[in-house]
Each structure stands twice: as C-alpha cells, then as structure tokens.
C-alpha cells in the first residue's frame, strides 16, 4: 500500500458548481483555474469544465499549458503579458490578454504581432491593486482601437470587498462602473460579487472559489448556497496508543492530556499542506466521527484525541476537508481562507478522481498524480 494521504476530487461536483453559478445570470461564465486550478489540477479542471464558456489564468504560462494540452476554449489572462514575447505568444495560440498599465502595450509595440490579440481593459475602480484609474480609461481606449491587431473585448474590474455584507465600498465599486457607457460589455463579478448581484449586465462573470464547492460569503454556508465540495483531503489513522493524563503529546509539549487519552496519530502534516498553525481542537474526521486534534501539527503527522470514539482504529479512514466538513470551517479556525489551504496542498499529495472527467474517461487517469 502507498501513504494514504490524498486529495479525491469529485469533478462531478465541480460541473455542478459550475451549473449552478452559471445559472445565477445571463452573462458568460469564465471558470477560473489559475494557481493549478485552486490547487486541484489545471487540466483536469479544464477538461471536467470542457463546456465552460471559457476559462480566466493568473499568467501566460498557465494558459499555454492548456493550449499545449489541446484545449480549445476562449482563455483570458488575468496578469495579461510580461513581455513582448508574451504577447506573441497570446497572439499565436489565440489567448485574450488583460491589459492593466502602459507598460503592457510598450511591450506589445516592441513586436508585430502575427495576428489579433482579444484584450479586455482592466480598471482600477477602488481596488488599488492593478488597472488603470477610470480617468485614465479614455487615453487607453483610444490606444487600443488605434492599433489594428488589437480587438477590444470586455472592459473589467475586480472588487476589494464583495464578500463583506455592508461594505461600502464595494457599491462604490458598482457605481464607478456604471457611471459611464462603455464600448465593450463588461466583466465585474468574482464569486462573492456573483451571487451578491452587481445589478450590472455583465457579459463575462469570472467565479472561482465557488466553482471548488467554498462559500464566498462569510455568513452563507457552501451547502447553503447549494454548493459541492470538489476536493477531499483523505488519510488514515496509522496508530492509537494511550497517554496518561498529565503527559504532553507532540513538538513543544504544549498539549496536556488532561484524562487519560487514547491518541490516534494520522499520516498527514503541513508537509502536505495541513495548516501548522491549526490549533488544538480542530476538527478531524475519523470514520466519520469529528475528533479533535490534539498537539501541533507535524511535517508528516497530526495527532487527534480517540478516547471518545473507541471503534476508531488503525486504518480508519480520515478527512481532513471536504465533502462531511467544511474547508471554510477549517479555514476559520486557522485564521485563513479556504483559497489557501487549497492552494497550500504540496505535490506529495495524490490527486485522485473520484469520477473522471469524460473526455479522460479511459486514461488511467484515477491513481496518476495529475
Ligand atoms: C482570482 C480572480 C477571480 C476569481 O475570484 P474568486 O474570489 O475565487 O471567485 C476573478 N477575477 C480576478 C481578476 C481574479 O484575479
């Protein structure tokens, strides 16, 4: 047998997600898998997803990955081009490139480019992060139209503060988009601003989190939005012993065993990606039953308190996240967000499907490493 530790992704559950989301409007709906797809696998996202309207990556080399892999759909690219030679590259495996700064199109100057390049503006309408301010809008619309291989799509911009019920500025941010006619639909929505409502039509809608069956919203549950967890972070108990009470268990020895404790030790650390920083009283899975983890999280371990749950045994089976415990309650009780304990997971952790996506439905894709 090979360590127990995986992620089982359901890809059944991420088309669901993906259904659902895109039933909320009217608009397209680009799935976004940058970073590995949220940490579950760039190309087996794209493949379950192989009906999406298109696709949104962070980079270039993310979106050449699937155009190499042969996937077909429109890409955008969130971080647009680097350099000229990524705008050659944008125009040759037709992938749509944001443009955020001048620098960008200097760059894009710098080279002919063999064919039309699709690009959407990106403004910076109260984020502060990239994008050009909405006075600046005018000047670089008037740029890109001059330039005949450059073909304006979407106009976008990207919310600080969707998730958070009374923030002002996230209407700010609506507001400043509607504000002005635009030549081009717009692209406004991540998730929380999806299943918020913009009250804008939007002719592209960029999810991402939810699609992973994760709630955008701090006070709606995943399950209450009708959403699937995609990933499941699985391992097994490898042993049970008994601590005396008043014995310390793990690094540091500042967990106590204030009882006797039977304590079950689960092949499972932040070398996997498990938060280090999960405290004590976390809940663990063990055949079903929440038991409580107990000591710090190792590289390769993690400890968890038995003495209530006396079936559980060698080999029983763990989860960590997933479709019976939330990552966004796990993620609450780190102090994180489940984008990071996703993204988090290490490449020693097996990605395995639970369902395959239907276009790989006879590679021996289950047990790869994808
Ligand atoms: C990552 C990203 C998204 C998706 O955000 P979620 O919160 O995961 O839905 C959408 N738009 C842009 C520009 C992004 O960088």
């Not at 949104?56 to 077909?72: H, N, P, S, T």
């Not at 689960?266 to 990606?273: E, K, M």
Request: proline share 4%; charged share 20%.
């Amino acid at each position: 047998m090979t360590r127990p530790t995986r992620a089982v992704i359901n890809w059944s559950h991420l088309r669901h997600n993906y259904e659902l989301v895109k039933a909320t409007g009217t608009g397209r709906t680009y799935a976004v898998i940058k970073a590995n797809g949220y940490g579950h696998g760039l190309l087996n996202c794209a493949r379950a997803l192989s009906g999406a309207d298109g696709f949104a990556v962070a980079c270039v080399d993310e979106a050449m990955v699937l155009r190499e892999a042969g996937i077909q759909r429109k890409i955008v690219v969130l971080q647009g081009a680097y350099d000229g030679a990524e705008w050659k590259l944008a125009a040759e495996h037709n992938i749509q490139l944001v443009v955020h700064h001048e620098q960008q199109l200097d760059e894009r100057d710098s080279i002919t480019l063999p064919a039309t390049v699709g690009v959407w503006l990106k403004i910076n309408s109260g984020m502060n992060r990239v994008g050009f301010r909405p006075e600046q809008a005018d000047a670089v619309l008037a740029r890109i139209s001059a330039d005949d291989k450059l073909d304006l799509r979407h106009v976008m911009t990207h919310f600080a503060a969707a998730d958070e019920a009374d923030s002002g500025s996230f209407a700010e941010q609506v507001a400043l988009m509607s504000s002005r006619e635009w030549p081009v639909s717009l692209s406004l929505s991540n998730s929380a601003a999806l299943f918020r409502g913009t009250g804008i039509e939007e002719g592209v809608r960029r999810p991402g989190i939810c699609l992973y069956g994760s709630s955008p919203m701090p006070h709606k549950t995943a399950a209450e939005l009708g959403l699937k967890a995609v990933m499941s972070l699985e391992s097994r108990v490898i042993s049970t012993h008994k601590v005396p009470a008043g014995e310390a268990v793990g690094y540091g020895a500042d967990w106590r065993a204030e009882r006797d404790t039977r304590v079950g030790v689960i092949t499972v650390g932040y070398g996997d990606g498990y938060p280090r920083h999960a405290p004590a009283g976390t809940p663990v899975l063990v055949d079903g039953v929440e038991c409580p983890l107990i000591g710090r999280v190792s590289m390769d371990m993690i400890t968890v308190d038995l003495t209530d749950h006396p079936l559980a045994h060698i080999g029983s089976h763990v989860e960590l996240w997933g479709d019976h415990l939330s990552v966004d309650r796990i993620a609450a009780l780190c102090g994180t967000i489940s984008y990071e304990l996703f993204c988090q997971l290490t490449p020693r952790v097996k990605r395995v499907a639970r369902e395959l996506p239907s276009d790989t439905q006879n590679t021996p894709l289950a047990a790869a490493r994808v």
